[in-house]
């Protein structure tokens, strides 16, 4: 039995610092080259026991640290990753949770601590950014140092302030069920959460939050430390990548046993399962990002868990992003089995009327279809890969059946020419981006942009069902054109309109409408105008206190079912069907 390095999970809303906390601890800038600055996909960073020690110097005085590094997982903040995060928090032992310390608790943050929660996985608190509380002094000579050394250089005005945000941070934690306090002032780490005040843009903390690390995985992880590695090797694919001189190779966490060169290996692809054999392993140099390494790979002939390696082997030109790849030099039969089925759940394939789904990973591909699943959307197709002209074809089809749902969400992946071609013939929209957030808000604005649209033009040449009464006290004019003071009564009226009586018959036709000295092109229900009305005169065809009905015609009646009326248009609808069908039964049918 060894001991392996815990896998570190970070989480946390979008924007609020987890790149930027690793680039301090690896001193790299990968979130600078992020899309929009938000992570898109889980990242794994190695950080050996020396360095820890490094970072942490005399806060580890006297503590002999058995394990052998940390494993950091970067995971992608925003909500529709919940299913990525989940995965990350199913991998982690320990994880740190970024709160921006003057933005509080958001969203994605209680998505977060939900997982956390499902998976028991313990974690810490970085309340970052603290350097924007207020006028914060900093001592930009040091790359990191620690936050209680920075704070005891802060003005009382500025300790006030930091005390009052962790204070504030507290209560928010307490409401959703966690007892929370400053790391320094936690007496019992089973039962509080610790909170390290931060700075992960100026290093300030970040020597705190190494310590809790090492620590707690030392006193509290011990046991789930110790692994069998001769078992065999099952890990996650992060990436598939094109390497000069090896071809296609594919990044992956090892999160149980042992992998080695010339292991029969089984992981999903596009055309269905592979099944190949290990011919290098390559591990990133310590404080490297699997990722983007910004030195060559070390070839390693074995490697155990938790680890982030690439793999190169033949036939992996069609392996999947974020798909299981296990192990299996005995039978691999069951193996293949397990994952079909675990690919299975992600990819969709259906015969409804629903959006099209393209990803560049499964991983991502499982956000999308939760995110869109989640919201009600319908989905006819979600697969791994650019989008194809058969892609555009099978929206067109669904357009025909849903001008609302035949549409393509393309999320960081291209559109081939021959396809977008037909895509702007066909009138098909295709929501193309590298944010998966982004993507799902433009669709949801077209949505909304279209619904209005429709609802517009279906409004469009429909006379609604309107009813008023003439008030007592209140003729200005008996005829040629009576004048006289209404009350809206409900739905509403506009000039040009005929309005009936209770028996039927003409009540005349409305000239113009006026409000005090101010003409209007309309009067809904409450509403006490002035209306001339052309064709009748007081006291005879009309008389005060009557009440008077909107003449709907027959086709505005019956286009009546598309466009929305309230409970009081209802109401009058029915009132004025009853005084139609009085004379023709089959009025309105």
């Not at 982030?308 to 089995?337: Q, R």
């Not at 994952?339 to 999308?368: H, R, Y």
């Amino acid at each position: 039995m060894v001991t392996r390095q815990p896998i570190i999970s970070v989480l946390g809303h979008v924007d609020h610092g987890k790149t930027t906390l690793l680039d301090n601890i690896r001193g790299s800038a990968v979130a600078a080259r992020e899309a929009g600055g938000i992570t898109q996909h889980i990242g794994a960073t190695e950080v050996p026991v020396d360095v820890i020690r490094e970072i942490c110097g005399d806060l580890l005085k006297g503590v002999q640290l058995k394990i052998p590094g940390v494993l950091f997982i970067d995971t992608p903040g925003h909500e529709a990753f919940t299913t990525l995060r989940a995965r990350g928090g199913s991998l982690a032992d320990l994880a740190i949770l970024i709160i921006d310390i003057n933005e509080g608790i958001q969203p994605q943050t209680l998505e977060s601590i939900e997982i956390l929660k499902s998976f028991k996985v313990p974690f810490i608190i970085v309340a970052n950014k603290i350097d924007l509380a207020g006028k914060f002094k900093i001592d930009k000579k040091k790359r990191r140092y620690r936050f209680l050394e920075a704070f005891n250089e802060q003005n009382e005005e500025m300790k006030q302030i930091i005390e009052n945000k962790i204070w504030e941070l507290i209560g928010e934690l307490y409401k959703h069920g966690f007892q929370a306090d400053r790391f320094d002032r936690v007496k019992d780490f089973r039962r509080q959460v610790s909170i390290v005040p931060c700075s992960a843009k100026y290093g300030i903390g970040v020597p705190e939050i190494m310590m809790l690390i090492a620590g707690l995985s030392q006193k509290y992880l011990e046991k789930k430390l110790e692994i069998d590695v001769k078992g065999p090797g099952k890990g996650s694919v992060l990436e598939v990548k094109e390497e000069t001189g090896l071809g296609t190779t594919i990044d992956v966490i090892i999160y149980d046993g042992t992998m080695n060169v010339r292991d029969r290996i089984v992981l999903g692809g596009k055309k269905g399962v592979i099944v190949t054999t290990v011919r290098s392993l390559l591990k990133p140099k310590p404080l490297d990002e699997i990722r983007d390494p910004r030195f060559k790979f070390q070839h390693v002939k074995s490697v155990a868990a938790a680890a982030g390696i690439k793999i190169s082997a033949p036939d992996l030109n069609d392996a999947l992003a974020g798909s299981p790849v296990y192990v299996a030099n005995e039978d691999p039969e069951d193996v293949i089995e397990r994952v079909k089925n675990e690919i299975g759940k992600i990819k969709i394939t259906t015969e409804q009327t629903g959006i099209i789904l393209k990803a560049d990973t499964l991983g991502s591909l499982e956000a999308l279809v939760k995110i869109f699943t989640s919201k009600g959307f319908a989905i006819r197709k979600g697969d791994v890969g650019d989008v194809t002209k058969t892609d555009v074809t099978e929206a067109i089809s669904v357009k025909k059946k849903d001008v609302y749902k035949g549409v393509i969400v393309a999320f960081n992946v291209d559109v081939l020419k021959e396809a977008e071609e037909l895509a702007k013939n066909k009138e098909i929209k295709i929501f193309k981006d590298n944010v998966i957030y982004k993507i799902i808000e433009d669709y949801e604005l077209w949505l909304e942009e279209k619904k209005e649209e429709e609802k517009i033009r279906r409004q469009l040449g429909i006379i609604r069902p309107g009813k008023i009464q003439i008030l007592e006290g209140y003729v200005f004019r008996a005829s040629k054109p009576a004048i006289v003071g209404v009350k809206v009564l409900s739905g509403e009226i506009k000039p040009k309109l005929t309005l009936i009586k209770e028996d039927g018959r003409f009540g005349g036709e409305i000239n113009s409408i006026k409000s005090k000295d101010n003409f209007l092109s309309s009067a809904k229900r409450g509403d006490e105008v002035a209306i001339a009305l052309n064709g009748v005169t007081v006291g005879r065809q009309i008389n005060e206190g009557e009440v008077l009905y909107v003449d709907v015609p027959e086709d505005s009646f019956r286009r009546m079912k598309e466009i929305e009326i309230d409970e009081s248009e209802k109401e009058t609808l029915e009132e004025f069907l009853k005084i139609k069908r009085k004379e023709n039964t089959l009025w309105g049918v």
